[in-house]
């Protein structure tokens, strides 16, 4: 872990008054903060702009608890696609901080999953897995992962980003038309015709498709890049499950969406022994444009 002193003037480790510990970020260029349990972004705010992240109000902020909104890190597998907790070990665990370093337009942190955590919740697999934000006026995450197990192991993943739109009955997620998608609600495959819209609950996972996509909410448009997936994950709960979800409030479902850069589904991994691989996703707001 690296040392308190090392840290740049514009990175700060500070805890609440719960003893939960973030890493807070104070740059010309963007406004930032990093929970350590789950390497999990909760805020990311380029200078003059809007956030990029949307957050629940009512996060409680009590170690151990799930945080709602940002960016949670599901990792090595995707919502329920093995036994175990949902979206994986990773969020629950405390990340150590390996490297933080600043220039004049951003900051670059990398943080690890503890080994002995691995090796506690999954003993008979070999994993090394490091995030790596750069920070500015775009949110740059890259989630690597080494198989340093023997045998082939399944790796499904998610950059579970919640985003924030103005109003969620006036947004649209362009970029996914024609690609086919797994309707996790029935669990029919259907191809996507249009853009993507939203009147009632959606969960889906897009799959074959790496091409970048756009969420248009009235002025403002976000652009979301994709490395290292060929797939996306698109949900927001609606009324109905809102009202059960945990940290989020009845009404959340109309100010966020999630865009998820992710490897699930049919896209879900295999590593062979030594090999790696990145996920990475890249969201700006590059400029506000005139939307439906
Ligand atoms: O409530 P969680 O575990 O944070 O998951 C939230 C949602 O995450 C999405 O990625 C899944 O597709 C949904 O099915 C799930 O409900």
Redesign the pocket.
């Known amino acids: 872990m690296l040392q308190t002193e090392a840290l740049p003037p514009e990175v700060r480790l500070v805890s609440n008054q719960h003893g939960r510990r973030f890493l807070q970020i104070e740059h010309p260029a963007v406004q930032a903060c990093i929970a350590l349990q789950g390497a999990h972004i909760i805020e990311c705010i380029p200078a003059g702009q809007p956030p990029l992240l949307w957050m629940s109000p009512m996060d409680p902020c009590k170690p151990g608890t799930?945080l709602?909104g940002g960016v949670?890190v599901?990792w090595p597998w995707?919502?329920d696609e093995r036994d175990g907790p949902?979206?994986g070990i990773a969020r629950t665990s405390d990340w150590q901080l390996l490297e933080a370093r600043a220039d004049s337009t951003s900051v670059h942190l990398v943080l690890r999953l503890p080994q002995e955590d691995i090796a506690r919740q999954l003993p008979d697999e070999g994993w090394t897995v490091k995030i790596e934000f750069t920070l500015g006026v775009a949110l740059e995450i890259a989630l690597t992962t080494t198989h340093t197990g023997t045998g082939p192991q399944r790796l499904s993943q998610?950059l579970?980003s919640y985003l924030p739109v103005a109003d969620i009955a006036k947004a649209e997620v362009t970029g996914l038309q024609g690609c086919c998608y797994i309707d996790?609600l029935n669990g029919a495959t259907l191809t996507q015709q249009t853009a993507v819209r939203f009147d009632a609950e959606v969960?889906r996972?897009y799959f074959n498709h790496n091409a970048d996509l756009q969420l248009r909410s009235r002025t403002d448009v976000l652009d979301i890049h994709r490395e290292g997936s060929e797939s996306v994950?698109v949900?927001n709960?609606w009324l109905e499950?809102s009202r059960h979800?945990?940290q989020f409030p009845d009404d959340g479902y109309r100010t966020m969406v999630?865009i998820?850069a992710a490897n699930a589904g049919p896209d879900g991994r295999t590593l062979e022994p030594g090999s790696t691989h990145t996920l990475k996703t890249v969201i700006s707001r590059t400029s506000s444009k005139q939307s439906r």
């Open positions: 799930a709602r949670p599901c995707f919502a949902a979206h998610a579970h996790k969960d996972i994950v949900w709960p499950k979800l945990s999630c998820e």
